[in-house]
């Protein structure tokens, strides 16, 4: 593998963990974590293998109680979703996703999985997917609609 192709890795999987954990320092740590673990064990350097450990060291520090995920439940939380600039926009709706939500969406959006794909690398039923895609796709124009009303 190249160094070109390792950055891209690299690169993939910290976009990957910013999707599971929507914070830039502990995607970082979660991807020196997941990468450290793929090197030591000596594991194939794949999207798939190292997806696999950072969504692997994400439950465990999930378990451990070492990531917190903020995201509100009730429909009536304001949104910040309506300054005008469309990046932080984006951002202030994607932290609106529940985790899995993201997930799906970034590894179906970005990454160009099929919702098949998905359901057999995280061992979901695909209707389940599907439906976590369906409900970030709603969300997210929910909120970015409002955000475009409020600053055209």
């Known amino acids: 593998m190249t160094d070109a192709e390792i950055a891209d890795l690299l690169d993939r999987g910290y976009r990957y963990a910013l999707s599971l954990t929507h914070d830039s320092p502990t995607a970082e740590d979660l991807l020196q974590d997941a990468w450290s673990g793929v090197l030591a064990s000596g594991g194939t350097w794949s999207r798939p293998y190292l997806f696999r450990a950072i969504k692997n060291k994400w439950i465990d520090e999930h378990r451990r109680g070492q990531i917190v995920d903020f995201h509100p439940l009730e429909e009536d939380v304001p949104v910040q979703a309506n300054t005008g600039d ?22 179906n959006v970005v990454e160009g999985w099929t919702a098949q794909e998905l359901a057999e690398r995280l061992d979901r039923p695909r209707n389940t997917i599907l439906s976590l895609i369906h409900r970030a796709r709603i969300k997210l124009k929910d909120l970015l609609t409002v955000a475009s009303e409020v600053n055209p």
């Open 86 to 107: 469309l990046a932080r926009d984006l951002d202030a709706a994607l932290a609106i996703l529940r985790p899995q939500e993201r997930e799906a969406l970034y590894l």
